[in-house]
C-alpha cells in the first residue's frame, strides 16, 4: 500500500544519504593523504570497490545482516594475491548492516596495507582471520582477530594515514566497541570487539 511505499522510499533515501556521505569521505580524506594525484586515484578506486562489495552482499541478505564469515572469506577471492595465504576460522555469525559495512572497510584496509607492506607482499606470508563470539556485560560480542605472519619485518608508522585512523578511531565509531592495532615487528595485529545483535547466532538462508 502507500504507506508501505512510503517507508521503502524513506529507508532508500537513509541508505543513499549514509553511502553518499561514506563516499565524501572516503574522496576527502583519501585525496588528504595520497602522495599523488596517481596513488590518490587508485586507493579511491580500490576503496569504492570494496564499499559496493558490501553493499552488494547485504543487498542479497535484503540488509537485514551480515555474515561475518563472507566478509572475511570473500577478501582471499578478491584474486590479487594467493587465497591459500588466508587462513579463515570462526563459529556462525551475523553483525547488523552499519557494523558490516564498518567491518568490510576494515578487513580491504588490512588487506591493502599487507598487500603493500606487510604478510600478502611476499609469496611466504600469512594472514589469520580468526573470530569468537562470548559474552561480556549484559550481552554477547564477536571479537575478531587479524594477525600476519612471515612478512617483511614491520616499522610503526612514523604517522597514522587514512587507513590507520579509519582502523582505530572510526571503526571504533561505528561498531561501538573496542579496537586495537598494534605494529608488532614480526606483523600487523588488529583485534576489534563487536556488540552483537540477539540473533547473531542464526545462520539465515
Request: glycine share 8%; charged share 25%.
Amino acid at each position: 500500500d502507500a504507506e508501505h511505499l512510503q517507508l521503502l522510499v524513506n529507508e532508500l533515501n537513509h541508505r543513499v544519504k549514509n553511502t553518499l556521505a561514506t563516499v565524501q569521505s572516503i574522496a576527502r580524506q583519501t585525496f588528504a593523504n595520497a602522495d599523488g594525484m596517481d596513488d590518490a586515484c587508485g586507493k579511491i578506486e580500490e576503496r569504492l570497490l570494496a564499499l559496493a562489495s558490501a553493499h552488494d552482499m547485504l543487498t542479497r541478505e535484503n540488509w537485514h545482516s551480515a555474515d561475518v564469515a563472507e566478509l572475511a572469506r570473500g577478501l582471499a577471492a578478491q584474486g590479487r594475491f594467493d587465497a591459500r595465504q588466508f587462513d579463515v576460522q570462526g563459529e556462525p555469525c551475523r553483525i547488523d548492516p552499519r557494523r558490516a559495512m564498518a567491518l568490510a572497510m576494515a578487513l580491504h584496509e588490512l588487506c591493502a596495507n599487507a598487500l603493500r607492506h606487510g604478510a600478502l607482499s611476499t609469496p611466504h606470508g600469512s594472514v589469520h582471520i580468526a573470530w569468537q563470539r562470548h559474552h561480556s556485560g549484559e550481552g554477547e560480542v564477536l571479537e575478531l582477530v587479524w594477525r600476519e605472519r612471515g612478512g617483511p619485518q614491520v616499522q610503526p608508522p612514523a604517522q597514522r594515514g587514512f587507513g590507520s585512523r579509519l582502523l582505530e578511531r572510526g571503526l571504533q565509531h561505528d561498531m561501538g566497541g573496542a579496537v586495537d592495532l598494534a605494529f608488532d615487528p614480526e606483523g600487523v595485529t588488529f583485534r576489534v570487539t563487536i556488540p552483537l545483535p540477539d540473533d547473531a547466532h542464526e545462520v539465515y538462508p
